[in-house]
């Protein structure tokens, strides 16, 4: 990879990380970045030696959302389909997030905005730089809140808070937004990736199968009863615990060290 393409994957330690690479755009994210970050979900995806995936941005921002560089109503003879932006590049992306089955963390460091702010909430969990902001900008340019955001958003923070974060475009910090429970963590800005990759690791040794049940059962909880949920429980408990990692981690328990979990 060199310093001119648009997002900069390393494979390590079983973990994937995946640095957005447009730092003169804030990491906005134009066509080129959206088809490479979208093989690089799937390659974490169908590659059982990458068990955990980082993402990242270079340089002074995590993303400053969708690239409107070429968006100049003065320099279009019509409205561009903003819609078929979504369908084509931002929805299979955030599904792809949502449905990987293996842990996504997000390390974002500054500025996080509109979609931007959006594919680093669909992550997992979400470390943030002290100095990191999150701004549902969408408002500000007359737009509605999209890769997800208008479904995290009221999940994440409630709908007071979701509608009031849409509808003004203010900026969260980072402290408020661990607060509030939009991420999980506020860590200092000299130690956020090193604290983001030791998660990483961490996750990339866990049981992967195990791990990739437990987000399918919350991503789901919402859409389910309780009894539905409890099916869902069970069926999941079951497949995890045919499992090698269970049979490791009872092995382990029994004869008090640590697991060596293998992911399957």
């Not at 549902?136 to 974060?165: I, T």
Request: charged fraction near 25%; glycine fraction near 8%; charge should be negative.
């Amino acid at each position: 990879m060199t310093a001119e393409d648009p997002l900069v994957t390393r494979d390590e330690d079983g973990v994937l990380e995946i640095t957005l690479n447009r730092p003169e755009t804030l990491n906005a994210f134009d066509e080129a970045m959206h088809l490479k970050l979208r093989a690089a979900f799937d390659r974490a995806n169908t590659e059982p030696t990458i068990r955990a995936v980082l993402l990242t941005g270079a340089g002074r921002g995590f993303s400053s959302g969708q690239d409107l560089s070429d968006r100049d109503p003065r320099q279009r003879s019509e409205p561009p389909n903003l819609g078929r932006t979504l369908e084509m590049h931002y929805n299979p992306l955030i599904r792809r997030i949502r449905s990987i089955d293996k842990p996504v963390v997000a390390a974002v460091n500054g500025v996080a905005a509109g979609a931007g702010a959006n594919v680093a909430l669909a992550c997992d969990i979400v470390l943030a730089a002290r100095s990191a902001r999150f701004i549902e900008a969408f408002a500000l340019v007359g737009l509605v809140p999209d890769a997800g955001g208008s479904w995290l958003l009221p999940r994440l923070v409630g709908e007071a808070r979701a509608k009031a974060l849409a509808l003004t475009g203010e900026p969260v910090s980072a402290e408020q937004a661990e607060s509030w429970g939009l991420i999980w963590r506020v860590v200092d800005d000299a130690t956020l990736m090193d604290e983001a990759r030791a998660l990483a690791r961490r996750l990339a040794e866990g049981p992967t199968l195990g791990l990739g049940l437990t987000k399918r059962l919350i991503h789901g909880a919402a859409g389910r009863s309780l009894d539905a949920q409890l099916d869902a429980e069970r069926d999941a408990q079951a497949k995890a615990g045919r499992s090698s990692d269970y049979a490791e981690g009872v092995l382990a328990f029994l004869e008090k060290r640590t697991p060596r979990f293998e992911g399957r």
